[in-house]
């Protein structure tokens, strides 16, 4: 089959490569219909996140049809339409149980790897690094799904590929964002108006705000947050994040901060930037935490702070102090795709949700390495940008 | 000696507590490192841990439970400790762990254990770094239902080892289960410095071992990668 394999940083390429085959007795084969690129991606292209080695598959938010079954599945059968959660579940551990699906105790057959830098290991993520388990990902014909009766969810009646493809990761990302903070009557302050942002903005409003302001540089992503997301927006490189949003929260400050954006944010103070980005390109920090140093100067005294932006590891100059003395609270990890994806796909059938507008390029999967470099640089009002295998190149 | 000149020597018992401080200090450092996985012997820290304990009691948690009279000597023993936690109740976790038959099942470098009756076991591995397999006769030499096991490799072995398993309830996070492996390297004196550098890959297998059977015991399954597709075997066109 074709796939989208990850050669080394940016540098990206589509290679023929063997069919997956069923592994162990829970897995399930499915034939990918949709497959999207997501921010997180960035980090791998860019070479952010350690333990990638050449030849990886890459690619995590996805749907597609069930053709093969191991002996063990018991929800599943052979034609289903389903869509896949990023993060892999083994449904049976402590954490699973309980509904903290990205904290699986078994899913990550690279568990040491992980002991060794975290202190105990986290679930699992199709094509994202060794480190969380390198399974094989979705830029490609087909794809094994471990655990599938956990981790495949059949896409309602009526629902389409479009519609139903960022259930998989972009929409529950977006959505614990908010259920993890945001009370009925908070003011909710969004930085990252990428597919996670955007997710988060219409999350937010769900979760019973009573403003959300949305901050960004794009002029198109912000249009599509006050058009699509009714949020107020702010421009980080136009104006001065911090007084604008005390002019907009009557001096307060929001209740609520999340953060949408992660390692690789830009800092709207070009010195900080340098600074950032010097240290990165050394390896003397992994992440770059402007978003997180500015949502913790501009929270409100005793509100939280809600990561969804990704971190690899250690960052610089992190204001402890700030956080420990306006007494916030911080909620933050990978999203727990299970416990949020019945319940979205819920919404979208009922017409009360529907993230395709991030949707805004479908490219054949010979496309992959040209739709990176279009994601990555925001050209052409890229939002997101997906794959369809069954599409070919002209 | 004048005892009040400040100028003169310090008495002998300050500077052997001074030494005493720092080796202290620096101990807790290498430790620290080992558990940090600083340091590429890091998985020394179990057994660090555990000679200090027995230095300290003067008692070896694994050879009192086995009524042994004879300490091994330290130097060659290698001794891992774990604890892990199994989601399930703690009469199947010791129930499963028993049948010791079914532990090749899912501890990958296991081959065989056969039942040799009389609470003697056969068992047969592959260890990675050594040629062929190795084997041995192991006898359960302690069994308390559902709380604990311990065992001990019979004369003639190929690994010379004991061990001991305590189960105990965890509330709603099912079992914990503590264990305790001492074994000698199986290459004999003269092998020693290379027994000495295969001994952290001994103890990761040991817990990746562990680990297996946690989540064998949870999900009914390993989960692994191995033979999936990447671009590092392409077809070509
Ligand atoms: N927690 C999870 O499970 C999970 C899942 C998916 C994605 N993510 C993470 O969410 C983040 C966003 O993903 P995405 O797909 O929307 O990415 P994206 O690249 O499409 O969007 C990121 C946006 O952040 C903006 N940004 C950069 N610096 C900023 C700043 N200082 N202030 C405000 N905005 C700034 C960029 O302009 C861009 O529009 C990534 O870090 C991704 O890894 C997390
Ligand atoms: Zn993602
Ligand atoms: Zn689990």
Known sequence: ?394 | MNENSSTGNKPDVNVGQTERIISAVAGGFLLYNAIAGRNARFVKAGAGAFLLYRAVTGNCPVYSVLRKKRMPDPARNINVRATLTVNRPRQEVYAFWRNLTNLPLFMKHLQTVTDLGGGKYNWVANMPGLPGNVSWDAEIVKEEEGVLLGWNALPGSDIDNAGKVTFADAGENGTELHIVITYRAPLGPAGRVVARALNPLFESLIKEELRNFKRYMETGEVPTIQGQPSGREPLGV
């Open chain 1, 1 to 394: 089959m074709k796939a989208l394999c990850w050669n080394g940083t940016r540098n990206l390429s589509i290679e023929r490569v063997k069919d997956p085959v069923i592994l162990n007795p829970k897995d399930a084969i499915i034939r990918v219909a949709l497959s999207s690129v997501c921010g997180s991606d960035l980090h791998l292209v860019n070479g952010y996140i350690p333990t990638m080695k050449a030849g990886d598959i890459i690619g995590h938010e996805f749907n597609g049809e069930v053709v093969e079954v191991g002996p063990e599945v018991k929800k599943l059968k052979k034609g289903d339409r389903v869509v896949v959660g990023s993060v892999i579940g083994c449904g049976e551990c402590y954490y699973c149980q309980h509904d903290e699906w990205s904290l699986c105790d078994n899913s990550n057959p690279h568990a040491e790897m992980q002991e060794k830098m975290f202190g105990y290991p986290t679930a699992a993520i199709y094509g994202y690094s060794h480190l969380f388990g390198g399974y094989a990902g979705s830029h490609a014909e087909y794809i094994r799904v471990a655990y599938a009766d956990n981790g495949c969810f059949k896409i309602p009646d009526g629902v389409t590929w479009e519609q139903s493809i960022f259930a998989s990761d972009a929409l529950p990302t977006g959505y614990m964002a908010a259920d993890m903070a945001v009370k009925p009557g908070d003011i909710v302050a969004v930085w990252g108006c990428g597919g996670v942002g955007q997710m988060a903005i219409r999350s937010a409003w769900l979760k019973g705000a009573s403003r959300v302001i949305a901050i960004d540089r794009f002029d198109y992503r912000l249009a599509q947050a006050k058009s699509q997301g009714k949020a107020e927006i702010i421009n980080y490189a136009a104006v001065n994040v911090l007084e604008e949003l005390k002019a907009l929260t009557g001096g307060r400050g929001p209740d609520v901060c999340i953060d949408a954006v992660g390692m690789e944010a830009r800092s709207g103070n070009k010195l900080e930037h340098a600074y950032d980005k010097i240290k990165q390109d050394l390896r003397m920090q992994p992440d770059r935490p402007s978003v997180l140093r500015q949502a913790i100067l501009a929270c409100r005294k005793g509100g939280t702070l809600s990561v969804v932006g990704v971190y690899s590891s250690f960052v610089d100059k992190f204001p402890m102090g700030i956080l420990m003395n306006k007494a916030l609270t911080v909620r933050s990890g990978q999203m727990h795709a299970q416990k949020y994806i019945p319940h979205l796909l819920d919404l979208i059938q009922e017409g009360k949700l529907d993230p395709s507008y991030i949707l805004t390029h479908k490219w054949s999967l010979d496309d992959g390495p040209e739709g990176y470099s279009m994601f990555n640089d925001k050209a052409d009002n890229c939002m997101r940008v997906v794959f369809d295998p069954s599409l070919s190149s002209y």
